[in-house]
């Protein structure tokens, strides 16, 4: 094993109701809280990544339709190497239910989407019917 593929602790503080929140959705993904946060933090630098070549350059020359998920693609590719169907389709799955899983929690925030267990499943609430 070399000294880059070691491994080492990260240790952070977060309120209460953050790990909670972060651990229910690992749970749910059926990844542990260190893959879960790992997976958490490398989807928000490439978002971090994409800002900054937009600022930087302006609109990205390389995919001038804008197609996302040719982009999202080409990056995983360039970044990790020959990725398999299965593997591509599980990164994008996962940038998919990081982007659902904060949409929903900033509903959520707004009153304007709940969970409900008698329902089986998200439901508008009364804030939430009307845009």
Known sequence: MSSEDKRVAVKTYVP???KKRWREHAD???M???EFLRTMVQAGRRGFD???KSEEGGPDTTNP???VLESRIHDLLESEGTL???ELREELAVDL????DEALSALQDRNQVKYSGRDGGYTLTDEGGAR
């Open 16 to 18: 209460a109701y953050q």
């Open 84 to 86: 398999d169907w299965d």
């Open 97 to 100: 239910e990081d982007r659902m």
């Open 50 to 52: 994409l800002a900054e």
């Open 65 to 67: 339709g804008g197609n």
């Open 32 to 34: 542990s809280q260190s």
């Open 28 to 30: 749910q993904l059926g």
